[in-house]
């Protein structure tokens, strides 16, 4: 048997093109029985409000920042579950994560992919325009560009012209 691959898979699961890359890499490129995924997505929590302005008690508000975290962390770890069960369902060791952190999330899914010495990083792209990635930057160029291991870019379909 050849050496065990560890494949980091970075996933927004609310995104349209989530699907479609999970779908794509059970079929075209993970093997069953060698590869050990790691499916992550990153939560960041870096807030940009002041509170003062928003008139809350500091300990109500630091409360109420609690409770939201969880809930974004539970509806995110909701999401993460069908895909979950793809793998599973393809005979894929699948070891989900949500990882949260106040940085970008660009770094968190860099940073993860180090960490756990990834043999390689998938994601999907969201086929941004070149506008929108002027103004919003690409998620994947980043990782590309900074991750230190190669990195699989899964293009969404080809959406129709007409």
Request: proline fraction near 2%; include cysteine; hydrophobic fraction near 40%.
């Amino acid at each position: 048997m050849s050496k065990q691959r560890k494949i980091v898979v970075a996933l927004d699961p609310s995104s349209e093109e989530a699907s479609y890359t999970i779908d794509w890499i059970i079929d075209n490129f993970l093997i069953t029985e060698r590869d050990d995924v790691h499916l992550i997505s990153a939560i960041c929590l870096n807030s940009d409000f002041d509170i003062t302005e928003l008139g809350m008690n500091i300990n109500y508000a630091a409360e109420y920042a609690a409770e939201l975290e969880k809930e974004v962390e539970q509806k995110t770890a909701d999401a993460m579950q069908p895909f979950a069960e793809k793998f599973e369902a393809a005979k894929i060791k699948c070891k989900v994560e949500i990882i949260k952190s106040v940085t970008d999330s660009r770094n968190i899914v860099v940073d993860y992919t180090e960490k756990e010495k990834a043999d390689v990083l998938i994601m999907g792209s969201r086929d941004l325009s070149a506008w929108k990635r002027l103004f919003l930057g690409s998620f994947s160029d980043f990782c590309q560009h900074n991750a230190h291991c190669p990195v699989l870019i899964v293009k969404g379909p080809r959406k129709s012209s007409l």
